[in-house]
DNA sequence: ACAATAGTGAAGTAGTTACTTCAGTATCGA
DNA sequence: TCGATACTGAAGTAACTACTTCACTATTGT
């Protein structure tokens, strides 16, 4: 589930967004109301909805509606799965350097 | 200078394509010339020589060309740098979880 | 020398994205 | 109950993106 292709495609599609990436970074020091995330922002409200429905479609952001007051808390989770897709290809890179480095250090040895 | 904000930008940019991902993917496994890339993508070499360009703008691929091969392999401290980022707002956020647990733990003990 | 290979660059286009404004609906607080 | 608050939704638009095709250049193998 936090692996599907499709959800991935969603959740780096949303952080390419500058915008959406300050709300993210608002929300990793605590919940924020739409509002509360909007202040910072040079743009409309109704801009700061349409950013946030991206980031709750990309299962980034979770959010709940409590009277008039929507709060907005990130998902560390799918967090995580973006975290972990970019970690395997640069660890894949670097064990194959390591590799080379080895075979390198072995064929030297054999002169 | 990998924690350059714009250059932040353009990574996450340059990561939101399915397209520019799979390129990624094969380049972790090792370098690749420009049509060895093309080849497992349903598009002309002039559309993956556009996302190249992208990519290697957001410094997550280097290029070199030889003769009439352009080699292209992984940065992999850029894509550490889009790690980081992640990172440190997911870090930040179950810290502020923690914290909030050992308050409730401790206010628990109070009674 | 010549054909095949490997890539480059420009122009055009369909679809998407990031906004805007404006008009609306709940909910809250005095 | 009534005005202020906190959003919500639709419609429009300007800019951007991901392609395409086609014409081109440089390099290589025979």
Redesign the pocket.
Known sequence: MLHDPAQLDLMF?AL??P?RRQMVDRLSRGPA????LAEPL??????V????N?LEASGLVRTE??????TCRIEPQALRAAEHWINERRLAWERRLDRLGDFLAETKDET
Chains 1, 2 share one sequence.
Do not use: N
């Open positions: 599609q390419a967004d915008a109301s739409v509002s509360q040079a743009m409309s409200l109704s801009a909805v349409q950013h946030l991206v509606k409590l009277g008039r007051v929507r």
